[in-house]
């Protein structure tokens, strides 16, 4: 007996929805018998929405934020400090950082981090580009706010090496205890590092 | 000081996005990001397969279920038997009745129950197809399988009244202990039904 199935653009459309991360097989499925069933125009706007961002938005030229012109809202935006400069991994880790309200500077997107692993090389990331900034902006202090492991910590150390020759102070994000932690929830490297990161009180 | 936000159109495609089921804010966003950093062209292809199933796919004129012509892939099978009609409340209840593989009849979903709180009235229903179907094709068996609730309980009943001039059997799927069940875990009503239910050793 032939085991009866959806038509054929419904299952395509159900691996087209699978691969949007997050979304398992009983999710897109879901969506997708939404989107067949629905008795209005959400679905069309939903696909003009996907097709014209892909069009509209593209990497600000000078840090790699999220943009609609050559430069992002936060380059444009002259009341920024010059003097400090924060690389982050991802054009995502910026939003984050903004919504502390603790820091007035600049960005610099790597695009990423150097990972054998994933052979991504530093040729890949974008640091020629930060260099020139920081021959052409001179900042003061340069805050690296990488992520807290192995890659995170090489491709940091990586940057530190090249860019120590310059008059600029290169300053971490602290390491340590999260908001809230206990230290019977901490790990021991997250202790440790709490530990050798301890501040005069 | 003003807020960085994500650009218009990516906020957009967010709000866009939670329209989904089952989506919320945070996978939203997660979705939205991913659309506009993806190098490939999955998005695109996303954004092509939602826009196309909805042309694609439309109500089988006979029952109501996913089709991409005038007759579903089910209608249009001579091997199954025109005795047995299974009513459904949704297409989407078509499948899972499918895959038991106990069923080798053919269905008639009625496109929702009656319920005069989200003002559905039987007219709203296909119910005029199914008494022309029981004319026409004149089953043997009408198995209802509407959903074991109060609702869907009275549009069972509503559907019964309407049909027991016709000289078909009616019947519905029984209620009882779900596969895997304890007694414990039951509520008073699925233990009552399954006793009113119960069947000769």
New interface residues.
Partial sequence: ?K????????R??IA??R?????GPR?AE????????ARNE?????????????D??RPCLQCGF???ADL???CADDSRARELLCVVEQ??D??PL??T?AF?GRYHSLGGRISPLDRVAPEDLRIASLVERVEKEAPSEIIFALAADVEGEATTNYLVALLKKYPVTLTRIAHGLPAGGGLESADELTLSRALAGRTRL
């Fill in positions: 007996m085991r009866t199935e959806y038509p054929v653009a419904i395509e459309l087209q929805l691969q949007m991360p997050g979304v999710s879901r969506i997708a018998l939404w989107i067949v069933q959400q679905p069309a706007g939903i696909a003009r929405a996907i097709a014209s961002t892909r509209t938005i999220f943009a609609t992002c809202e936060i054009p995502t910026i939003l903004e919504k309200s007035r």
